[in-house]
């Protein structure tokens, strides 16, 4: 990260609108009493919404070893791209698609520049509840 900082800032400046993680900071501690330094980095959500994330999908655009695991299935981890397929997903952007591949293709070309070649697109699926009917109940009249 502290390599590509100062032209992963310059890309996320002259592309606000780019898919990629915020990285608000990066810091180094030192652990006097366990002899070492940590270090970490400090990130917005990936998924910046008040909406509830159903399923997580981690594509690669590869469908070689990727499938969740049963484990991961069934406790609602993150599922890949044989998932999605298996699944049956289709992802409809209508008029959105021009922009939405326009800010891919920037962000790709961005990461194909930094020589950073294993990276995923995070998809968070938020499912639409079904619309209940408030419905009065009366007495039959005699």
């Known amino acids: 990260l502290r390599r590509i900082l100062p032209y992963y800032y310059r890309h996320i400046r002259d592309n606000p609108d780019s898919l990629m993680t915020r990285f608000y900071g990066m810091h180094r501690v ?3 009493h366990l002899r070492r330094k940590v270090h970490f980095v400090i990130m917005g ?6 909406e509830r994330i159903h399923t ?5 655009g590869s469908r070689v070893g990727r499938a ?5 299935k069934e406790g609602g981890g993150v599922l890949k791209d044989n998932d999605l397929v ?3 997903f289709k992802l409809v952007l ?3 698609k021009a922009r939405f591949l326009d ?3 920037r962000d790709v070309a961005f990461l194909k520049e930094m020589r950073i ?3 995923s697109l995070l998809l968070g699926v938020h499912e639409k509840a079904i619309p209940t009917l408030n419905l009065t109940l009366t007495q039959p009249q005699p």
């Open 56 to 60: 997580i999908y981690d594509l690669k």
């Open 117 to 119: 070649m294993d990276y």
């Open 103 to 105: 800010i891919l293709r």
């Open 86 to 88: 298996d699944n049956g």
């Open 45 to 50: 959500s990936v998924f910046n919404t008040t």
């Open 94 to 96: 209508g008029p959105k």
């Open 30 to 32: 030192k652990m006097y």
């Open 68 to 72: 969740a695991t049963p484990a991961e």
